[in-house]
């Protein structure tokens, strides 16, 4: 009777275990049972690894679903579709099992039930004997014949709830979700166990209540690379602009737009996320940051060269006007006509200025005068009309460039011959009628010819510069001219 009630208080205790539902979240499972990240479902947990000394005296430790059964260590354990594990040599007593069940043998045998707080225990006796516990576990006592089946398919076993008798007089699992016996609610799925069945959520869902909710996966990092989205039971990741998804279709790698659509008009550099375009030189990016312009950069500076600035695509290139070549790129440069080639005669000399040249005789001598030696022209004594000229004219040439800077020393005339007592001074005798030059003496025998006013070419100039030289007795005078060529270019260079 007492063994009666004791089994009755074991079969309540099961159900109330079964019917408790709790909400199974991502960090809370029932009890026996711990969340499984990699699987996203509740699995069992192993008492016997990981509690020290589960079972007192001499007992063996036999996890099982949410708990864990204390047994005989002469005790044989027969898994449903399983043969018999036999785990000691020595054990003697069996009783058997089939499909659905498993059996335990031998003196004595207690369960652990997880939640339910009390130990179910049984006596050998002398006849056959089914004491059964939480998920069928069946411990059976037979010690005249432990491997004997009852041969009468007629004779009725009593099985725990949510197992059914077999063909073979064994208890097997009733599948509640396959039988359509279960409770879960549209939006669940029903998971099979030994002797029941759970409601679980799809993936993707936690339940909340009665209700299955989504999980917001994009709330719990991290999933995704840079952006999350979520859907109904699940998500996908995104990639911001510049990034596409890898492989595993969660992290995002950079594209290279230079390879994959290369926009840019001439120049493409790949960055992090993005590309940027970049011109070759004489070239500027548009409005649309892709395509290159021209830089005009004549219209940049008037400094660029010292004539004329050309552009050009992507360049520019400088000018010289006649009689001048392009230096270094940018400067003009006097041509050397006379060295060159030039359309003076034989009779005529080629006297070379900036910007041109021009073709002199080589002999400037005019009566009176006699040509002595190169430009140099003598009034013979011997002549009564060389009294009252100078006794000799030089001829020389010079060239300056216009807009010359103003004062400056362009020119000396010095005394060749120095006679003893005698003064000598100096003027400019013609060629001076604007006033654009100056004759300062600067010893007893020289001058030097300051241009005071700025000249604009091309114009000529013809200068007589006159040194009179009187003896300090004033019984001796005589004067001589050089009469200098001036040549003003067209340009300042």
């Given amino acids: ?276 375009c970049q011109c070759n030189q004489g070239y500027e990016l548009s409005s649309d940051r892709l395509n290159c312009e021209d830089i005009d950069e004549c219209r940049t500076s008037s400094y660029l060269c010292q004539y004329q600035c050309v552009n050009e695509p992507g360049k520019f290139s400088c000018m010289c006007p006649q009689g001048y070549q392009v230096v270094r790129s940018r400067t003009c440069q006097d041509i050397n006509e006379c060295e060159t080639t030039n359309e003076c005669r034989e009779d005529e000399m080629c006297w070379n200025y900036h910007g041109g040249f021009r073709c002199y005789p080589r002999n400037p001598c005019q009566d009176p005068y006699i040509l002595t030696s190169e430009n140099r022209c003598v009034c013979p004594v011997s002549s009564a009309v060389c009294r009252e000229l100078p006794q000799s004219i030089v001829y020389k040439y010079m060239s300056i460039r216009s807009d010359r800077s103003v004062p400056s020393d362009i020119f000396q005339i010095q005394a060749t011959t120095i006679y003893a007592n005698t003064i000598n001074t100096f003027r400019i005798k013609s060629g001076n009628e604007n006033g654009e030059f100056y004759l300062r003496q600067t010893s007893p025998v020289s001058a030097m010819l300051v241009l005071v006013k700025s000249l604009s070419g091309p114009r000529e100039y013809i200068v007589d510069l006159e040194m009179l030289t009187v003896n300090s007795i004033g019984t001796f005078r005589t004067s001589s001219v050089l009469r200098l060529t001036i040549i003003v270019g067209p340009f300042s260079f």
Wanted: hydrophobic share 30%; charged share 15%.
């Fill in 1 to 276: 009777m007492l063994k009666a009630l004791f089994l009755t208080m074991l079969t309540l205790a099961l159900v109330k275990s079964q019917d408790t539902e709790e909400t199974i979240t991502y960090t809370q499972c029932t009890d026996g049972y711990e969340w499984d990240p990699v699987r996203q479902q509740c699995k069992d947990i192993d008492e016997c690894d990981i509690v020290p000394d589960a079972c007192k005296g001499g007992m063996k430790c036999v996890n099982h679903y949410g708990g864990y059964l204390c047994l005989p260590k002469t005790a044989q354990i027969i898994v449903n579709n399983e043969q018999p594990q036999q785990e000691t040599p020595a054990a003697t007593e069996t009783s058997g099992a089939g499909a659905g069940g498993m059996a335990a043998s031998g003196m004595a045998a207690s369960a652990v039930m997880p939640g339910g707080g009390f130990v179910a225990s049984a006596a050998a006796v002398a006849g056959p004997e089914v004491q059964t516990g939480r998920n069928n576990f069946v411990i059976r006592r037979n010690p005249a014949d432990p491997q004997r089946i009852p041969a009468n398919p007629s004779h009725r076993i009593q099985c725990a709830t949510g197992y059914e008798q077999s063909e073979h007089n064994v208890c097997q699992d009733i599948d509640e979700c396959t039988a359509g016996t279960h409770n879960c609610r549209a939006d669940q799925v029903c998971i099979n166990l030994r002797g029941s069945f759970a409601c679980q959520c799809p993936p993707g869902y936690q339940k909340r209540g009665e209700q299955c909710v989504d999980i917001d996966e994009c709330t719990i990092p991290p999933y995704c690379h840079q952006r999350c989205v979520n859907t109904p039971g699940s998500f996908y990741c995104q990639c911001s602009p510049g990034f596409q998804l890898a492989a595993n279709n969660y992290t995002c790698v950079d594209i290279n737009e230079c390879d994959a659509s290369n926009q840019c008009a001439q120049q493409c550099y790949n960055i992090l996320g993005s590309f940027i």
